[in-house]
């Protein structure tokens, strides 16, 4: 596996090429946001497609510089661009919205469109994704839970969204993260809530680490509105 580094202006860009020829572009980019300067880690496909492709929403740190595990060992394989912003646990929804804006024209001046923006949270800050989800979901195509869930009021407001894919992935031995993913499924089943995918990942704790690449992502494709 090879390795290209470049850090320019403060701009921090790695590019991984594996020897099937599979490249990965790994950026920390600074986007313009009508509410300021915004700082993202972006993974991409290298070089990019043509056309329509998904964005998921993660969380992240302004200075982080690897991407999140989750997205496996080749993410530039998976055909999508995942963003990792800490706006999604640390900042209003709002500012998160204007997230996706600066990175959609981003994403446009690089010749490419956005097929739809997806979020997802685990742990900790799943209650800000979904509190985000209910107030973004006309922006959304789904909210992906690894593991976690969000108040009865985000959840209600949820409801208003019937396009929304929701999707809960958690381990069978992560007891009280997994009652409180089935209580939030239970919740929108009972306000007519359709498109759930509930799955439990056998002898999984909270750390799913073996769901990490296609696993994932194979999930995430089910809430893809091609």
């Given at each position: 596996m090879?390795?290209?580094?470049?850090?320019?202006?403060?701009?921090f860009?790695?590019t991984t090429?594996?020897?099937?020829?599979?490249e990965?572009?790994?950026?920390?980019?600074?986007?313009?946001t009508?509410?300021?300067?915004?700082?993202?880690?972006?993974?991409?496909?290298?070089?990019?497609p043509?056309?329509q492709?998904p964005?998921l929403i993660?969380?992240?740190d302004r200075?982080?510089t690897?991407?999140m595990?989750?997205?496996g060992e080749?993410?530039g394989n998976?055909?999508?661009?995942m963003?990792?912003?800490?706006?999604?646990?640390?900042g209003?929804?709002?500012?998160?919205?204007?997230?996706m804006?600066?990175?959609?024209?981003?994403?446009?001046?690089?010749?490419?469109?956005?097929?739809?923006?997806?979020?997802?949270?685990w742990?900790a800050?799943?209650?800000?994704?979904?509190r985000?989800?209910a107030?973004?979901?006309?922006?959304l195509?789904?909210?992906?839970l690894?593991?976690g869930?969000?108040t009865?009021?985000?959840?209600?407001?949820?409801?208003?969204f019937e396009?929304?894919?929701?999707?809960?992935?958690?381990?069978?031995?992560?007891?009280?993260?997994?009652?409180?993913?089935?209580?939030?499924?239970?919740q929108l089943?009972?306000c007519?809530?359709?498109k759930?995918?509930?799955?439990?990942?056998?002898?999984?704790?909270?750390?799913?680490?073996e769901?990490?690449?296609?696993?994932?992502?194979?999930?995430?494709d089910?809430?893809?509105?091609?």
């Open positions: 090879k390795h290209f580094l470049l850090t320019l202006l403060g701009v860009a790695l090429s594996t020897n099937a020829g599979v990965t572009h790994v950026e920390r980019h600074i986007l313009q009508d509410k300021g300067p915004e700082t993202i880690l972006m993974t991409r496909p290298s070089p990019l043509t056309g492709i964005v993660a969380p992240g200075n982080d690897k991407p595990f989750f997205w080749e993410p998976l055909g999508w661009i963003v990792q912003t800490e706006r999604l646990y640390r209003s929804s709002e500012q998160l919205d204007s997230v804006t600066a990175t959609e024209a981003y994403l446009n001046d690089l010749g490419l469109e956005v097929e739809g923006f997806h979020i997802i949270g742990s800050n799943s209650g800000a994704a979904t985000h989800a107030n973004l979901g006309a922006r195509q789904s909210l992906s690894i593991p869930y969000g009865a009021s985000a959840v209600q407001n949820l409801c208003s396009h929304l894919q929701v999707n809960f992935i958690t381990g069978s031995r992560d007891i009280g993260w997994l009652r409180g993913a089935e209580r939030m499924r239970d089943h009972s007519g809530a359709s759930i995918a509930f799955k439990v990942i056998a002898g999984g704790g909270h750390v799913l680490e769901i990490s690449g296609k696993p994932l992502f194979d999930i995430l089910r809430g893809r509105q091609r």
